[in-house]
Every structure is written in structure tokens, then in C-alpha cells.
């Protein structure tokens, strides 16, 4: 008979699969509670005691009402996360933007071709999964921009970055920062970042970047 230690342990190396495989794409929304359940074989308490688990790394949030999402393929510092909030909405945006134009650069040229597969699969149509599971309506830059900076193949970027972001989803949700643009144009600008990046030009990638992260997420007022 499998102990409860060996269902948790179980559990949580499930959904951190799903989550680091990007299957279940950064701002998704989770299955449900009772989904897990049936999914993993496991009770209530276990499939919590996962969701806590990884909720208290950063990689899933839960939002009341509304579901569980997908936060990081990697856990986050709360420290980090806490120091960056404390800065201006600006300067952190500011220095969003400083990252991902280092990371593009990076990308175009240490990208591989695992890398560039998944950037595109990132920017093909949603599964009906996907659309089932349904999108954060709070969301901030997704899973197409962590894949970009895990093609710069730097790591540390990679762990600032999402603090930086956790730090930017808390003033989405205080309203001090919003999207700037639609869908549709977004994944005009991640389409044209993608293309420079698959060239192999840095240049082209810090350009599309720069642009994107002009008119990506903006101060409310």
C-alpha cells in the first residue's frame, strides 16, 4: 500500500512536471481540485498540501473565486520578489525591459534548436485544453518571455526575471500597471522577436524586444 508521504511526494513531482514542462503554460489556470483528485488517485489533502508546496515556491498562485495559475517553471524568491516591489512601478518596469533586451541578445545567440521549438509551440493557437483550462484575466508576460530568457542561457537572468515579474503581476493587480496593447498585437511583437531570435541575429532580437517591451506593460497613469 503506498503511504501518504509517497502519494504527496508522488503528487507534487506531477505537477511540477507539467508545470516545468511548460504543458501547463506560465499564466494558465490549473485543473481544478476535484480534477487533480481523479487525475493523481489521491484525496483532498493531498492534492492541497502539493498546491501549497509549489505555492509557496512561486510557481502557482491561487486565486479565490477564480482558480490555481501557473507562476514560474522554476521557483521564485519571496525575497527577491519583496525587494524588487518596494522600487517605482517605472523603474521596475525599467528594468524589466533591460533584462528581456539582454535575454533576446542572448537567445539569438546560444538559442537551440529545443529552445526555438518551444518558443513556437509557445506562440501556436491554444489547445482546447489550454482554452478549457482558461487564462488569468491578471496576467503578466507569459510563457513565450521565459522561454526567451531560458534561451539566453543564463540562469541568474532567469531567477531575476521572475521575481521581476511576480513584482509587476502585484501592481497589475493593485491597477498601477496594465497592458498597453491586445492580444493579437502581442503575439505580433513575439512573432517578430521569435524570428530575430531563430536568425541568429542579436541586434534584430534586442530591437524586437526593446519595441515589444515599450508597448507590452505600461504605468496606469
Known amino acids: 500500500m503506498q503511504s501518504g508521504s509517497d502519494r504527496a511526494r ?10 516545468s514542462s511548460g ?3 506560465i499564466n494558465s489556470r490549473i485543473p481544478t481540485e476535484t480534477e487533480l483528485m481523479g487525475l493523481l488517485g489521491v484525496g483532498k489533502t493531498t492534492v492541497r498540501e502539493a498546491v501549497r508546496s509549489l505555492a509557496s515556491l ?19 524568491s519571496s525575497l527577491l520578489t519583496d525587494y524588487i516591489a518596494e ?7 525599467g528594468y524589466r525591459r533591460a533584462l528581456e533586451i539582454e535575454a533576446a541578445q542572448q537567445a539569438a545567440l546560444h538559442r537551440s534548436p529545443e529552445h526555438l521549438a518551444a518558443m513556437r509551440r509557445a506562440l ?3 489547445s482546447a485544453d489550454q ?35 511576480n513584482a509587476l503581476r502585484r501592481a497589475i493587480n493593485a491597477g498601477t500597471v496594465v497592458h498597453a496593447t491586445d492580444a493579437a498585437v502581442r503575439r505580433t511583437d513575439h512573432l517578430a ?6 536568425t541568429g541575429d542579436p541586434a534584430a532580437a534586442a530591437h524586437a524586444m526593446a519595441h515589444h517591451s ?4 505600461v504605468p496606469s497613469n
Open 58 to 76: 512561486g510557481m502557482l498562485e491561487p486565486l479565490p473565486g477564480i482558480g490555481t495559475f501557473v507562476r514560474s517553471r522554476m521557483p521564485v
Open 23 to 25: 504543458e501547463w503554460p
Open 87 to 93: 522600487f517605482s512601478t517605472a523603474e521596475i518596469l
Open 193 to 198: 522577436v521569435l524570428q530575430a531570435i531563430e
Open 214 to 217: 515599450d508597448r507590452d506593460l
Open 124 to 126: 501556436e493557437p491554444p
Open 131 to 165: 482554452v478549457a483550462l482558461g487564462p488569468d484575466p491578471r496576467s503578466a508576460p507569459g510563457q513565450f518571455h521565459f522561454l526567451v530568457l531560458e534561451a539566453s542561457g543564463n540562469t541568474l537572468l532567469v531567477g531575476v526575471y521572475a521575481g521581476v515579474v
Open 10 to 19: 508522488r503528487s507534487l513531482a506531477f505537477l511540477r512536471q507539467k508545470i
